[in-house]
């Protein structure tokens, strides 16, 4: 399961997959607010938090695809399969690979990208700590969402339609940990809910997106 | 020995269950039983809207547009009992193969996502006079925002695969792994909405405080919209079912040419 994770990240890194691709989606987003809604510092300071998730969040769709895409159609996916490693274990440490290349980048900086938007300064550490919790879930649901995709020739746009809806909860904790840690209020209860359903999604999606797999190598 | 007997019994009493899912069985008791059905749900439709339009008095702070609840009410609770039907009927189809389950389930989802559009569309009619605004981020809508959104994701999947046992699969397991995160999705939104605002003020409970003249034709209207759903539920599997016999038939020949 290392060597596993060893190649795919090497791959990721060597085939200028989404490694920096996710980021760059990334700066550019942020960019793109303030032209959208102004520059006042204010009202960039306010939606800060929010944006900086959704925008983790659209670029950690964008790569979602090539979880199993490229292996599923050179047939290293079917290999894979009858490995000696349990099914379950292929996807969650393809998903750990993804959050490696993809989604820790974008943790990182997040806070950076933050300074763009005039966010206050306990905002540095609360857009790091919840998107550190929070992106886990994101690649572990999307890992789910690219194996009931994967035989299909164009399922890009098919994966962002099943992805989102699941990435709701998600998002809502997400998002509202930062901005209550950001006003300085109490936000354990969404902190811990957001890590719960990290937790969940970790332990659980795995079997679920096996499932769908062996159903798609069928 | 008696308490396996009895198991035993208990086993053969509900094993007549599982033999509607033998297609042609199906075809034939949905035959049989869909002009009831239908009789019914024009019926029932029909006593609740006109008595509901028309022989309900006026509310004093509603004025007419309460009149909407008729049709309100009723889509919204399909809509939601729409995503339950097609949960069980997956897991049907994903622990005992029933091929009917499969296809009712496709059968039922355009069903219910109208169901949740028209819920949505009446609202936003009747939030129009009475809130002031087409739509507000309250939990309830917002909760039908999302449920529309998964009953799009799971057609669209279906639309997507080729192969008719592996989208059913597949859509099975979406229904099952959405109807998880539809669930959180339900308090997520809850929770979030009482973090930025008041709590919900919008969403009384009607059906507590509802006066016995608007009740009743209300309950026959839910009747009628349920039923309304098995009946259209039913032809469109027959369809589905009918479709899967042409494609069988189509295959049989073209083997019979080669």
Redesign the interface.
């Known amino acids: 399961m290392i060597a596993l994770l060893a190649r795919d990240l090497a791959l990721a890194i060597r085939a200028g997959g989404g490694f920096g691709l996710g980021l760059a989606f990334y700066l550019i987003v942020s960019t793109l607010v303030p032209f959208a809604v102004g520059p006042e510092a204010a009202v960039l300071a306010r939606i800060a938090p929010g944006i900086l998730w959704v925008g983790a969040l659209l670029a950690c769709l964008l790569s979602l695809d090539r979880i199993f895409q490229l292996d599923f159609e050179d047939g290293s996916l079917d290999l894979l399969a009858t490995a000696p490693i349990p099914m379950e274990g292929t996807v969650a440490v393809k998903a750990l690979a993804h959050w490696l290349t993809t989604s820790l980048p974008l943790v990182i900086a997040a806070p950076i990208f933050g300074a763009l938007m005039n966010m206050p300064a306990p905002g540095y550490w609360w857009i790091f700590v919840t998107l550190l919790i929070g992106t886990p879930a994101l690649s572990m649901i999307g890992a789910?969402g690219a194996a009931?995709?994967v035989?299909?020739k164009r399922?890009g746009l098919?994966l962002s339609?099943?992805v989102?809806?699941?990435y709701?909860?998600t998002l809502?904790?997400g998002a509202?940990a930062a901005t209550?840690g950001i006003g300085g209020f109490e936000n354990t209860t969404?902190l811990l809910?957001l890590a719960g359903?990290t937790a969940a999604s970790v332990a659980l999606?795995p079997f679920?997106a096996s499932?769908?797999l062996r159903?798609?190598l069928? | 020995m008696s308490d396996m007997h009895r198991t035993k019994q208990a086993r053969d009493r509900w094993n007549f269950l599982w033999e509607w899912a033998n297609p042609v069985k199906f075809m034939w008791f949905s035959g049989r039983v869909l002009p009831w059905l239908i009789a019914a749900t024009v019926i029932s439709l029909v006593a609740s809207l006109v008595w509901g339009f028309f022989f309900t008095p006026e509310a004093i702070n509603f004025g007419s547009s309460v009149k909407i609840i008729y049709v309100h009410v009723p889509t919204a609770t399909v809509a939601v009992s729409a995503w339950f039907m097609m949960l069980v009927a997956s897991l049907i189809w994903l622990i005992r193969r029933h091929h009917v389950s499969a296809l009712a389930a496709k059968a039922a989802a355009p069903v219910g996502m109208v169901m949740t559009l028209a819920a949505l569309a009446t609202g936003a009619m009747w939030g129009q006079p009475m809130w002031g605004t087409w739509w507000a981020w309250d939990p309830r809508l917002t909760s039908f925002l999302i449920l529309f959104l998964f009953y799009l994701g799971y057609m669209a999947l279906w639309a997507a695969i080729e192969n008719p046992d592996t989208a059913a699969d597949l859509t099975s397991v979406l229904a099952v792994v959405g109807s998880v995160f539809a669930f959180l999705s339900r308090y997520a939104v809850n929770f979030w909405n009482q973090g930025l605002h008041q709590g919900a003020t919008l969403s009384l409970d009607k059906e507590e405080n509802i006066a016995d003249s608007y009740w009743i034709p209300l309950v026959i209207g839910i009747g009628g919209f349920m039923l309304f759903f098995v009946t259209m539920v039913f032809i469109r599997t027959r369809t589905e079912i009918r479709l899967r016999r042409i494609h069988a038939l189509e295959l049989r020949e073209r083997m019979a040419d080669a």
């Open positions: 789910f009931l995709t035989g299909l399922g098919l339609l099943l989102l809806p699941l709701i909860p809502i904790f509202e209550r969404p809910l359903i999606l679920a499932a769908a159903i798609n069928r």
